[in-house]
Structure formats: C-alpha cells, structure tokens
C-alpha cells in the first residue's frame, strides 16, 4: 500500500509540474492581456516537433534554447500581425482568430512532418535513472522537467511581482493610456507578453514531447485540460493554476492506480448491490477506467462552489 501510494505521489507531481509548465504561459497571456489563446496548445506541440527536428540537426540541449525561441519569435508575430488586428472588435473575434489558427498550425504540423506520430524518443544525455524506489527507476528527463517547471515558477513570479518590467506589464493592462502617457511602448509590451507565454508553451513542448505521442493531434490530447487548468486555478492567477496542476496531476494519477468501483466498496461495506440493479452498470465502472474525466469533474464542481477559482479574482 505504501508503495503504491509513494509511487502515485511522484507521478502526480510529476504530471502536475507538466501541466504547470504547459498552462503557466497561457495563464501569463490572459493575465496580463486578457485573452483567452486557443492557439496555445498547438505551440506547445510545434515546439515539441521544433525540437524534435533540432534534436536531429544539433542535440538536445541546443534544442532546449532555441526550439522555444522560435516559439517565442512565432508567437510574436501572432500577436503583431494578427492578435493586434482583431483586438478592436473584442474578445469574440480574439477566440475565433485563435481557434482558426490552432487548425492552420495543425495543418503546416502536418504538410511538414506528416499524419503519423514521429519518433521523439528521450535523450541519451538525459536517458538514466536519478534514483531507485520500491524497485522503481526514476528517470532523469522527469527530474529535469520538475527542476524547469519550478524554476519557470519562481521566474515569472518574482519578474512580475519584484521587477520594474513586470510592473509595467500589469500597469499596461488596466491603465495602458497613462502607460503610454509615461512614455512607455504599450504595443511593444504586450508582443512581449505573448512571446514569452509562447515561448513557455514551446519549452513545455520540448519535454512534454518525450512523455507524450509526439504527432498531429497533440494539441487536442492537451488542449482541454489546460483550460481546466486555468478555470479551476482562477484566470490570470499564476499561483492558482501552479495549485491547479498538482491538484489535477495527483487526482487523476491516483484515479489510474486505483482499481475499484463504487460497486466494490459498496459491497465490502455490506451493501449488497448487483450489477443487475438499477445502477449497478454505472456503479461498477472502475475509477482507473473513468480516470479521465476525473479534472472535468473537479471543474464543473469548482463552477458549482467557486466560479472564479481557486485564487481567480474574475468570474468564468
């Protein structure tokens, strides 16, 4: 049972610390520019296809910069040359821009690289074991991930909370004319937000593309899990969402390690129950089965009780 339990507990935070990384960059954007990037996924997998190709070309550890730059430099012109031209007409047109463009990236994905799933494997230079548990190797590239998600943490709050930049950002949102007015570029400001967040997603690629099926349909495996990310740690809360992801990672990877149902501990109660009941079907689906819909589930609750939240200061 300890064992179980112990090795649940790492690979939920494990999990949890990936989801951070991967929301952490969307949460930065609707933070401090209000918009909802549905696009933000599929820079996620480009960056994990980016550093695919550059791992071939030049290694891994080249890759890890300069996949993510390129990401950061894509995301820019997103915001420069597209973002910027719909943003008069409000936020509707903002998530119709945003969702057309997450099919254009997934369509130039696949002229580029193909329908099938590439080989993205781990690198040698990461391929080893950091230490050994209940029997269980736990490998390098996890830690490395865990290292970088904590210290993307600690960066971006301590940039936005502790450095005249990040002041400015978060003035330029609520106040942009008096920004202007102090002679700062606004427009400048916010390519500069949307590069960062897109060059985070990118970084989130580069190692999420080892743990996951580098192929097409990427985005769509991990795109709705991060808006339940987002929701349910409160939008534009960076500290809400790091919750969120752990919250999330640890549920949901207990969820699969525990093999009963309802129906299972309603009979070693001494409730009898049969699978011929009324509800007995329903009640005798395993949790690691319904595993997936586990985040879904803690999110139409947090709608419920708490519609802004965990640390969210607006309401969805």
């Given at each position: ?11 939920g ?134 290292a ?11 940039a ?64 709705p ?39 299972d ?32 589930l ?19």
């Open positions: 049972m300890l064992e179980i339990v112990t090795v649940s507990l790492l690979n935070v494990v999990y949890g610390l990936l989801l951070f990384m991967l929301s952490s960059g969307l949460t930065l954007i609707f933070s401090m520019m209000g918009v909802l990037n549905f696009a933000h996924a599929s820079l996620f997998m480009l960056g994990a296809y980016l550093s695919y190709q550059l791992g071939r070309w030049v290694g891994f550890w080249p890759a890890l910069v300069v996949a993510p730059l390129l990401c950061a430099a894509i995301g820019a012109a997103i915001e420069r040359w597209g973002l910027r031209r719909v943003h008069p007409h409000g936020h509707v047109a903002e998530i119709l821009f945003t969702f057309g463009l997450a099919y254009v990236i997934e369509e130039l994905v696949t002229m580029t690289w193909g329908r099938n799933a590439v080989a993205n494997p781990v690198p040698a230079s990461i391929d080893f074991s950091l230490f050994t548990l209940f029997g269980s190797t736990f490998p390098a590239y996890k830690g490395l991930m865990m970088i998600s904590v210290a993307m943490f600690v960066c971006l709050y301590v936005l909370r502790r450095t005249r930049i990040g002041l400015i950002i978060q003035a330029a949102l609520t106040h942009p004319r008096m920004v202007s007015a102090l002679g700062h570029d606004v427009p400048a400001v916010f390519v500069l937000v949307f590069a960062i967040g897109s060059g985070l997603a990118g970084l989130a690629g580069v190692i999420g593309g080892f743990m996951l099926l580098t192929q097409p349909t990427l985005a769509h495996a991990v795109g899990i991060v808006f339940v990310v987002v929701v349910v740690g409160g939008l534009g809360s960076l500290a809400g969402a790091l919750i969120a992801s752990m919250l999330i990672g640890i549920l949901q990877t207990f969820a699969v390690a525990v093999d009963y149902s309802m129906l501990v309603l009979n070693a109660m001494g409730v009898g129950v049969s699978r011929a009941s009324a509800l007995g079907e329903v009640l005798g689906i395993k949790l690691a089965t319904a595993a997936p819909v586990v985040p879904y803690l999110l139409v609750l947090m709608l419920v009780v708490r519609p802004r939240g965990l640390l969210g200061t607006r309401d969805v």
